[in-house]
């Protein structure tokens, strides 16, 4: 009955369906009723057109340390001032200072020079391999001193600068931070040893050895006077300085601050002060404590290199081999290939920075970063602390000797052994730190920080090898006296050491 009554529906709804079109179709043809315009969106007023600074916006260290400002926000702003393409509304040059920040004559001075600077518009420029943040080839090389000449120098010869390669800073925070632990420790045996002079009223020795690395003996004298007659291979402050390639620099806020003024002619607040224009070029307050606390944050946060496996079973096992042959001749006596943090937290800023550099005692609030973390630094945790696969001691060492002595080319002394200490507590004058020394170069990055030398001028692995001599002579002639599979397989190895992904704030 139901189905009956449904099909006699059916039957009507057909027959009535013309007459609908006909009834419909008219409404259906009137014009449809028109929508309502969308409202402009207001204009933003405050958009320039025309030239503009690279930097529009400056941070406010305060804000960072209330923590008002997002941690990936800062990291985003810092690399924003790295990659930036400072121009002259940005206060770039440095007509009346020298890369030092030394007073000297506007008149006549050079926007752009490639030997005494400023000799970069941008931190990328140089930093750039494989991505921003990374090392550099030879045309990005730097002449380190020519900065500091008045007048300046248009000349490359050693005896006006010392030529050197840039350095990538991927791994960067946790060189830093392993750095300043191993100056805690060297101090801590410094002081431990004057109190046991001081208790015993004798001359007392102490072995200076941190994270299983020797760096010589002290010798405390009964009147408290320090012999450092046998510190190897750190200034006697006993402050382990991890950037550049001579050890002469502290700290990545440090190293920033020098490089702003020398390399672009941007004078940071905290090196030069606040609303003073000491290099005549019209602007003020050119990079904020804010600013420098972004920039030194993004270098701290970049990702360590890692170690990229090979899927090639014959590369695989090459690698493997690698491993074992590069131990077995010595090669990790210095390029030790891990060490261990007690901390995973890099911390800013450090405390042994230097006047001219934000100290601890000027901040309420430190700033701190997890580098073990998901968002991290890719740092392996161990314990409470976390493991450097960096392949360096940061030690200096003399590679240099009667047969091979490419590594002794720089004839410009820089900086003195005394380092930040009192020239008082030592029982004899501190001389320049010695030209032929250099920090053990990180192999973490091998793969991709070519070419290789301080100066770039080696443009294969096995180049900077055969010139190892010095210190690291044994090792050099056990590599050569390998067969060619040994050899082969060592430097498969090494280039499977890099960076193989650029930073990525977003992901992070």
Not at 10 to 26: D, E, F, H, R
Not at 31 to 56: F, L, Q, R, S, Y
Not at 190 to 216: P, V, Y
Not at 289 to 299: C, E, K
């Amino acid at each position: 009955m139901k189905f009956n009554t449904i099909k006699n529906l059916s039957k009507n709804i057909k027959g009535l369906s013309l007459l609908a079109l006909v009834v419909i179709t008219p409404f259906a043809l009137a014009d449809k009723p028109e929508k309502p315009e969308k409202p402009e969106k207001p204009e933003k007023h405050n958009i320039t057109i025309g030239e503009i600074p690279a930097i529009e916006v400056h941070l406010n260290q305060d804000e960072i340390e209330d923590g008002k400002i997002n941690v990936y926000d800062l990291i985003k702003q810092g690399q924003l001032i790295f990659d930036a393409r400072f121009n002259y509304l940005d206060g770039r040059g440095r007509p009346a200072s020298t890369g030092a920040g030394a007073d000297r004559d506007p008149n006549g001075q050079h926007d752009f020079l490639r030997t005494s600077g400023p000799d970069s518009s941008a931190c990328a420029s140089c930093h750039s391999q494989p991505f921003s943040g990374g090392a550099g080839d030879f045309v990005a090389n730097v002449f380190v001193l020519a900065q500091v000449l008045d007048p300046i120098t248009f000349s490359v010869d050693p005896n006006f600068s010392n030529e050197r390669n840039t350095l990538g800073m991927y791994g960067a925070g946790p060189i830093e931070m392993l750095a300043r632990e191993m100056s805690d420790d060297l101090i801590a045996i410094r002081e431990s040893t004057k109190q046991q002079a001081a208790l015993t009223g004798q001359e007392e020795s102490a072995q200076l050895i941190t994270k299983g690395i020797s760096f010589g003996s002290i010798t405390i004298l009964a009147n408290g006077l320090i012999d450092p007659s046998n510190i190897e291979g750190v200034d006697w402050d006993l402050i382990i300085k991890p950037f550049p390639q001579k050890g002469a620099v502290v700290s990545l806020r440090e190293f920033t601050n020098n490089a702003m003024n020398h390399h672009h002619g941007i004078q940071s607040v905290e090196r030069f002060g606040e609303f003073t224009d000491p290099d005549q070029d019209g602007v003020v307050n050119e990079l904020t404590v804010g600013d420098i606390t972004a920039i030194t944050v993004f270098q701290a946060t970049l990702p360590v290199p890692t170690q990229k496996k090979p899927k090639n079973k014959k590369v695989k096992n090459a690698v493997k081999n690698g491993v074992n042959q590069f131990a077995n001749i010595g090669c990790n006596e210095c390029h030790q290939e891990e060490l261990v943090l007690e901390s995973r937290l890099f911390v800013e800023p450090n405390p042994f920075n230097p006047a001219g550099n934000l100290q601890q005692s000027e901040v309420d609030n430190l700033f701190t970063w997890d580098m073990t973390g998901k968002k991290g630094t890719g740092l392996e945790k161990f314990k409470q602390g976390a493991i450097v696969k960096a392949f360096t001691d940061l030690k200096r060492h003399n590679l240099c000797d009667q047969d091979f002595d490419f590594f002794c080319n720089e004839q410009l002394t820089q900086g003195s052994l005394l380092g930040y200490a009192d020239a008082n507590d030592f029982t004899m004058s501190a001389p320049a730190r010695p030209t032929q020394q250099f920090l053990t170069r990180k192999l973490w990055d091998v793969a991709n920080s070519g070419p290789y030398g301080h100066r770039g001028d080696l443009s294969s692995i096995t180049e900077a090898i055969h010139f190892h001599g010095g210190q690291a002579r044994v090792s050099r002639d056990n590599y050569f006296e390998l067969d060619q599979y040994d050899q082969d397989s060592i430097i498969e190895f090494l280039k499977t050491l890099g960076v193989f992904e650029a930073s990525n704030i977003k992901k992070r």
